[in-house]
């Protein structure tokens, strides 16, 4: 059995070029990116098992989404600005 969904395509016209570049694509906001275990530990210069460890000791400000764990970027970025 085939189910059919109703999918619509949008097309966008490309205005006249005034010389100007194209504004960048809509994506995550900075202050709303979530960052995964092996980003902040790359991002932290940590081992991933000290992340995983740092999260679940409340050490790390962190969010479960299903079985995994994801972090506020700028959360992070505060934690490691000078007071």
Do not use: H, I
């Not at 940590?46 to 764990?69: C, F, H």
């Amino acid at each position: 059995m085939s189910l059919a969904l109703g999918t619509q395509t949008q097309t966008q016209t490309q205005p006249a070029s005034s010389g100007q570049p194209a504004p960048a694509a809509p994506g995550p906001r900075p202050e709303t990116r979530l960052l995964t275990v092996a980003e902040v530990a790359d991002f932290l210069r940590l081992n991933k098992s000290t992340v995983y460890r740092m999260a679940k000791q409340g050490r790390l400000p962190a969010t479960r989404v299903g079985r995994q764990w994801r972090f506020r970027k700028s959360v992070l970025d505060g934690l490691l600005e000078p007071n």
